[in-house]
């Protein structure tokens, strides 16, 4: 009986040591287990950070974006005017040489520094198909880097 006693005994002394080590590495997991929630919860926050920041550079542009299309469309309606004011007048030379003048170069420079230039040829071809330029219409003026800015220097419209 002594004998199964100290089997017994030592049977159990082995399942406490097993279920110590067991205990242990179960700390150890929940341990892990708390780092990566941390870790996953840092880079959680992380990632709502970046992401906030990229809608605010977002709705940044679309706001240049919007400001822009006002730009061009006062540019548009300015040029539609000047040249009605022209047809109205019946003096369509009247445009062509304010159109070559240093006072509409600059003009076209302050505003299409805001927006691509091509944007506004698009713009004059549209008035030239839509009938509102003559078919002769001379585009070369839209060539503001080399006229207006060269006229300028190489430091630019804002003399910097």
Do not use: W
Request: proline residues 2%.
């Amino acid at each position: 009986m002594l004998e199964k006693h100290e089997t017994l005994e030592a049977n159990f002394e082995g399942l406490r040591q097993e279920l110590k080590m067991a205990n242990t590495r179960l700390e150890e997991i929940q341990q892990m287990r708390e780092s990566e929630i941390l870790r996953f919860k840092e880079l959680e926050r992380k990632m709502l950070e970046e992401t906030a920041q990229l809608k605010a550079q977002l709705e940044e542009r679309e706001g240049q974006v919007a400001m822009a299309a006002v730009e061009y469309d006062v540019l548009k309606s300015s040029v539609a005017q000047a040249f009605t004011r022209g047809r109205e007048e019946g003096v369509a030379s009247r445009f062509a040489m304010y159109r070559n003048t240093q006072e509409f170069n600059d003009e076209v420079c302050r505003r299409g520094s805001s927006f691509y230039i091509d944007g506004f040829s698009v713009c004059l071809e549209q008035f030239k198909n839509l009938g509102n330029l003559p078919p002769d219409f001379d585009f070369s003026f839209l060539n503001v880097r080399a006229d207006a800015f060269g006229r300028m220097g190489d430091e630019g419209p804002s003399g910097g």
